[in-house]
């Protein structure tokens, strides 16, 4: 089992609540289009990260998802539409192998 993480952070406090807003547009369109059992959240403490994660049976599920989402316009225009609340470089994806 691997789990798939994606982590940004808002450029300012101000932008948190509607960076979190637009994750969960986000997160609703992934779910419904790829039946990902994908959730959010944000750190309590810190810069308020915001970090996106599902779990996957293979590497090659999380490879083939990933090609499907860089097709899907939908997916792409809400990318865009939420580019001005991130601070530029600030995405981080992790795999992680799940052991226990």
């Known amino acids: 089992m691997?789990?798939?993480i994606r982590t940004v952070r808002p450029k300012t406090h101000a932008d948190l609540a509607p960076a979190l807003q637009w994750a969960?547009?986000?997160t609703a369109h992934v779910?419904?289009?790829y039946s990902l059992n994908l959730k959010y959240g944000t750190e309590l403490f810190g810069k308020g990260r915001i970090h996106w994660h599902f779990d996957a049976d293979?590497?090659?599920?999380i490879s083939a998802i990933n090609a499907k989402m860089m097709q899907d316009r939908d997916y792409m225009g809400l990318l865009v539409k939420g580019k001005a609340l991130w601070v530029e470089g600030s995405a981080k994806d992790t795999i992680v192998v799940i052991l226990g």
Not at 58 to 61: E, G, H, N, P
């Open 2 to 4: 691997y789990r798939f």
């Open 24 to 26: 969960g547009e986000v």
């Open 31 to 33: 779910n419904k289009t």
């Open 58 to 61: 293979s590497l090659d599920k």
